[in-house]
């Protein structure tokens, strides 16, 4: 049974810096390629980045490239999204995945659906 644990999320100003944390248990964390996602209030939920399970295949969406980083520790079984200079747009409940199935490239990440959420971890961004 997957089970999915996000933390790290905060209330911080603009300009600000936050690194999210999310662990997975019940399947061969570094085996699989997974994502972050987040969803704001009235917006449909959206991939922001993923990662392969290579580590060296990462995507970002333009509206937060240069800015987030994704990493992974598989000897933790642990998902990261280090989110720096955050803006008041930034501010949702983030989520990590691990969608079946998951093609990252760098200027994509195809995904098809989620068998389990975690309850998210809520990022907010005063201006």
């Known amino acids: 049974q997957v089970q999915v644990e996000e933390s790290g999320g905060d209330k911080v100003q603009a300009g600000g810096s936050l690194k999210l944390s999310c662990v997975i248990s019940?399947?061969?964390?570094?085996?699989?390629?997974m994502a972050w996602f987040r969803q704001a209030p009235g917006k449909e939920r959206e991939a922001v980045s993923c990662i392969g399970s290579d580590i060296n295949s990462v995507y970002y969406e333009a509206s937060v490239k240069g800015r987030f980083t994704i990493s992974r520790d598989n000897t933790k079984n642990t998902l990261y999204l280090q989110m720096d200079n955050l803006a008041p747009e930034d501010t949702a409940m983030y989520y990590c995945a691990v969608p079946t199935p998951i093609v990252v490239q760098p200027s994509s990440c195809s995904y098809g659906g989620v068998a389990t959420w975690g309850q998210g971890t809520q990022v907010t961004v005063s201006s």
């Open positions: 019940g399947l061969r964390f570094a085996g699989y390629a």
